[in-house]
């Protein structure tokens, strides 16, 4: 069986925060995006107080990205949806 899985990843370099959680596993690619869909709102509320950038290849790549402009690789969070393989 196959499953779909949102997974965030956010990096702070200025606080030290970095984390990689598991945001959901789904059944069907629809019921991924659409929570990916949520996600992103929230993120993007966490980004209101920072000048940031987004880039939004959900559609090919199952993934959204957004991070503090000028600081790309240091203040930024990630949600992309993997498919895997449940194993039994």
Do not use: P
Not at 1 to 14: C, G, K, T
Not at 43 to 49: A, L, S
């Amino acid at each position: 069986m196959w499953v779909y899985v949102l997974i965030s990843s956010y990096m702070d370099v200025d606080s030290g925060d970095y984390c990689n959680s598991v945001l959901g596993v789904f059944k069907t690619l629809e019921d991924a995006k659409q929570e990916l869909d949520n996600q992103r709102k929230w993120t993007i509320c966490d980004f209101e107080n920072y000048d940031y950038e987004s880039e939004d290849t959900i559609e090919e790549d199952w993934k959204w990205s957004i991070w503090e402009k000028d600081q790309e690789m240091t203040h930024r969070c990630e949600l992309r949806i993997e498919l895997e393989k449940v194993k039994q």
